[in-house]
């Protein structure tokens, strides 16, 4: 019986994985933790039977103590009980889907107690990459990515180990807004950014890719996780997104992971590495799909990506700023304080304002983010 503890259990990435351990029934979930959803958690722990359950705003937690009384179960709140179920003792893997910097203490912790990481938390590389990658290393701990182009990447890199990789394509649907010009999208209200093409996803990240800011953060994530650099990396838009990801190596060929665009594959595949096990769903019929046809990205109206380049070939504290600055831009925007051409006018700003650490230490990436949430504000 495989282990597991669930870090943002709620959410659009945590709701797949407990889908993949009801499919497969040989997996306990140890423990959880949400951020105020606390209806959706109580249903999960009278299903999984976690011994810790986490929730991150502390009246909340006190109501789900009430409401689960009846159960053997912990109920903790705030960032130290987010830790508590990130180092739950009988967990093996902790699969790190809550959204935000958020992330990065509760990771830090779970690798540091000799839990394997099932990352779906990207702002943990973005923001604190030169910290987890060799923290891993040094602890013989797994990072096994979530996001379906970083999964496609890693599926892509089996059986190559000592070959030199060229370039790595990332791909890219290219979003509700694919081909607008920065004027057609001045008047983008909530709603039209938050229908995306192909993918079910979360409120936010579904915003960040409407913008493209969410393919800067994989391409620096990328950098991290796969030791390349960011010029190494090249985004290709794919609007089928039926190509997850691609590998180029030195000697020209390109090993490409295709698959339907579902979230319950790259999760599994983490959770079960390197076995391959049944997934029920669609497959892909290559005779009705036909085609599949590529774009280059659009640097000049989709200036996030750029910015994110920008960022990650700069290092340091810049990352954390380019992604602050967009958490902080898209909650405005979520909430209708501001236009969606901001969300990007609003890391530029933050980005130009702030000088750079080149090897900065968590407790200067925490206040880094409160930095710019100060210059925002």
């Known amino acids: 019986m495989k282990k597991i503890a669930l870090l943002g259990s709620t959410g659009s990435i945590g ?19 949400a951020g105020s959803n606390i209806a959706l ?7 999984f039977h976690p011994s810790i359950a986490a929730v991150w705003d502390e009246k909340k937690a006190l109501e789900l103590k009430a409401k689960v009384a009846d159960l ?34 509760p990771t830090i912790a ?18 604190a990459g030169h910290i987890i990658m060799p923290l891993a290393e040094k602890l013989g701990v797994k990072i096994l990515p979530v996001d379906s182009e970083h999964s ?3 599926q892509s890199l089996n059986g190559e180990h000592g070959n030199k990789i060229h370039k790595i394509l990332l791909t890219a649907s290219g979003g509700p807004f694919r081909g607008h010009t920065r004027e057609q999208m001045a008047s983008v209200q909530v ?21 493209m800011v969410n393919k800067g953060l994989e391409v620096m994530e990328a950098h991290w996780l796969f030791d390349v650099e960011m010029d190494q990396v090249q985004v290709v838009v794919q609007p089928q997104s039926i190509i997850h990801s691609m590998v180029e190596y030195e000697d020209g060929a390109v090993i490409a992971q295709l698959g339907t665009p579902d979230m319950r594959l790259p999760i599994q595949y983490a959770l079960y590495y390197p076995e391959r096990r049944y997934l029920p769903g669609d497959r892909l019929d290559f005779w009705k799909l036909s085609q599949i046809t590529f774009e280059k990205p659009d640097l000049e109206n989709f200036h996030g990506l750029a910015l994110a ?6 290092g340091g504290s810049l990352p954390t700023v380019f992604n602050a600055a967009n958490e902080y831009a898209v909650a405005k925007f979520l909430n209708r304080e ?26 200067q990436i925490l206040e880094t983010e409160r930095e710019v949430d100060e210059l925002l504000r």
């Open 15 to 33: 709701t797949q994985t407990l889908d993949v351990v009801r499919n497969q029934g040989d997996i306990q979930v140890t423990a959880m933790a």
């Open 41 to 47: 958690l109580e249903k999960q722990i009278r299903e």
């Open 72 to 105: 053997p179960v912990k109920v903790v709140s705030g960032m130290n009980g987010l830790l508590e179920v990130a180092t739950e003792k009988e967990a093996q893997i902790v699969v790190t889907a809550v959204v935000g910097m958020i992330g990065i203490r």
């Open 110 to 127: 779970a690798m540091e107690a000799g839990k394997d990481i099932a990352l779906a938390n990207k702002e943990t590389l973005v923001t």
């Open 152 to 154: 496609a990447i890693f």
């Open 191 to 211: 709603e039209d950014a938050l229908k995306h093409p192909n993918w079910s996803m979360g409120r936010k990240i579904t915003i960040d890719s409407s913008t």
């Open 309 to 314: 380049y920008e960022a990650g070939r700069r």
């Open 338 to 363: 501001i236009s969606y051409l901001e969300i990007t006018d609003m890391i530029q700003k933050a980005m130009e304002n702030h000088k750079v650490i080149d090897d900065p230490t968590v407790e």
